[in-house]
Nanobody, 123 residues
Framework: VQLQASGGGLVQTGGSLRLSCAAS????????MGWFRQAPGKEREFVAS????????YYSDSVKGRFTISKTRAENTVYLQMNNLKPEDTAVYYCVRRTGSPRTSYVGDYNLWGQGTLVTVSS
């Protein structure tokens, strides 16, 4: 199983980007999909997650109200709509998957990681 992330790029402060994560095989209803990010010199940080089996979502406080996670079952794809971007959102964004509730921000709870996509927000 592979997770393919895309959609990163360079955007100005206040701008928007949408990241996509396509799973090579259909996730199970017991799976949760999500996003982490890692800024230069910092540890990986939880961003958002969503249950594949229902509509439960979970966000970090730093992105709540600005980012929206969603999914398209037919395409085995998870999206991260990022609005009102700030320079501190600059990071490599990783798509992740786990078995269980989406309500966890612990990096060790996610056992499948995709390659990252770089998001750069200029001031």
């Amino acid at each position: 199983v592979q997770l393919q992330a895309s959609g990163g790029g360079l955007v100005q402060t206040g701008g928007s980007l949408r990241l996509s994560c396509a799973a090579s095989t259909r996730p199970f209803s017991s799976h949760a999909m999500g996003w982490f990010r890692q800024a230069p010199g910092k540890e990986r940080e939880f961003v958002a997650s969503i249950s594949w089996g229902d509509d439960r979502t979970y966000y970090s406080d730093s992105v709540k109200g600005r980012f929206t996670i969603s999914k398209t079952r037919a395409e085995n794809t998870v999206y991260l709509q990022m609005n009102n971007l700030k320079p501190e959102d600059t990071a490599v964004y990783y798509c992740v998957r786990r078995t269980g509730s989406p309500r966890t921000s612990y990096v060790g709870d996610y056992n499948l990681w995709g390659q990252g996509t770089l998001v750069t927000v200029s001031s």
